[in-house]
């Protein structure tokens, strides 16, 4: 954020000079944990510096849902044989996908339909059972992009007596590039290259100039 703070530094440097090492560098640690914590409340806000929102999520087609029960054969993994599925519940999502209650796992499961290797009459004892509505833990809420990635443990600041720093950390910053950017990437190891729209993450808006300004007064008046 070295630009966006240029003005702030063509202002301050003289101020700045007339300070101690220690003094210049308590206050740019002061200025740089409110510098993130402004990005932080902004993100959370999902809007760039200049004030636009972000690009919204990419909405997902709502999944079918099946009825009943079904029995296939799936691979276990590893050379081993296929092992037989019983699922309930089950609904079709994207990428041709079944996600539903596997009953020999005991657990929700998801399966890729072209992985099946054969379809199997379904046991007499799980026809007809729908087994009720399928459910996942925190599913159906939409929370907000990047709630994560601007928290504290990844949205870190930084300062000495010559400046600051507000930026991501670890393997993180890879992540917050693409979307700052918006380059193209994978969601996933296995999954094709997609563009992701540009959303900012950081940048200095003029709130935050004034709040640094102010910052910098309050210490020399304290001075």
Known sequence: MTDELAEIERIAGALLRGLSSGQRRTLMRRMARDLGAGQRERIAGQHAPDGSAFAPRKKKEPPISGRGAACFLYPSGGSGEPRRVIMKSFTWGAGQKMTGFDIDAGAIRTFEF????????????????????????????????????????????????????????????????????????????????????QRELLGATAADRERLLDLLYSHMAEA
């Open 114 to 197: 072209s992985k099946i290797v054969k379809w199997l009459p379904v046991p007499p004892e799980h026809a007809n059972r729908s087994g009720g509505k399928l459910r996942r833990r925190g599913g159906i809420r939409r929370r907000a992009m990047f709630r994560r990635l601007s928290s504290a443990r990844f949205l870190r600041t930084g300062a000495d007596d010559q400046s600051l720093w507000v930026g991501f950390s670890g393997k993180v910053s890879a992540i917050a590039n693409v979307h700052q950017r918006g380059l193209r990437d994978r969601p996933s190891i296995r999954a094709k290259p997609v563009d992701y729209p």
